[in-house]
């Protein structure tokens, strides 16, 4: 297996076209994208999928993290160990690479469990800490989920503390400092990678290359992984409209 940087400096995509067609490469992975981008290939030549969202210039195969599932894990967790009024926090790129399937797992527990409020919504950038300290002190809820952001850093310059306050659940690793043990659920990228690559070999040995006509979708579906920022089971109490003001 050989991996290309498409847009580093020294390539383009007629020079990476070449390459490919001199090497024989006839099986295509594409990577998580940072941004809509055009890959002008001859998909007709490859056996092709891609990973995640991202890429939906033409339709391949794709393996993805179930988004949606895990979302759902961390509310399932936090509702068995007390926590009732919960808050979404995650960034509007996040909002759209993951088609909103945070949000609709989020908005379909609120419908179940309740309370079902818009404002346990936000969606911020990663420079609107103020954005967050402001929703803190007027939403006031007992538990976070949150993805993309440095919510941890953020709640600890409030003066508050995860689990004493709030519990606190990453469903991602971005935003998550490093060497700090956080409850999480982890997507498990290397399992979610190599079921893309499995749809590529799939591909070939049935000779079948270029678009395929009904795109296949294979979701891996993460795992809790328990840390301190969450109570223990039967332990943690709703603290809504208990948190101290920000400081």
């Not at 840390?227 to 709703?238: K, P």
């Amino acid at each position: 297996m050989a991996e290309f940087g498409a847009f580093t400096p020294e390539m383009t995509i007629q020079r990476l076209d070449g390459i490919l067609r001199a090497r024989g490469i006839d099986g295509l992975l594409i990577f998580p994208l940072e941004k809509p981008v055009l890959l002008p290939f001859g998909w007709e030549r490859f056996a092709s999928a891609t990973i995640g969202y991202t890429f939906d210039q033409v339709p391949l195969h794709r393996a993805a993290p179930a988004y949606f599932e895990n979302a759902v894990i961390a509310l399932r967790e936090l509702q068995r160990r007390g926590y009732r009024r919960v808050g979404l926090v995650d960034t509007p790129a996040l909002r759209d690479r993951l088609l909103r399937n945070w949000l609709g797992a989020f908005c379909a527990w609120q419908c179940d469990f309740g309370p079902a409020s818009p404002e346990a919504i936000l969606e911020i950038n990663a420079d609107d800490e103020h954005r967050f300290r402001s929703w803190m002190t007027h939403y006031r809820p007992d538990a976070i989920i949150y993805g993309g952001l440095p919510v941890y850093s953020w709640i600890a310059a409030m003066g508050l503390a995860a689990p004493r306050d709030l519990g606190l659940v990453a469903l991602c690793v971005a935003g998550t400092p490093k060497g700090v043990r956080l409850a999480r659920v982890v997507e498990k990228p290397e399992v979610v990678g190599a079921a893309a690559i499995d749809l590529i070999v799939e591909q070939l040995q049935r000779n079948e290359i270029g678009l395929p006509r009904d795109p296949k979708d294979v979701f891996i579906t993460g795992q809790w992984v328990e840390g301190f920022s969450v109570g223990a089971l039967g332990e943690a109490e709703s603290t809504a409209g208990h948190l101290p003001a920000a400081r």
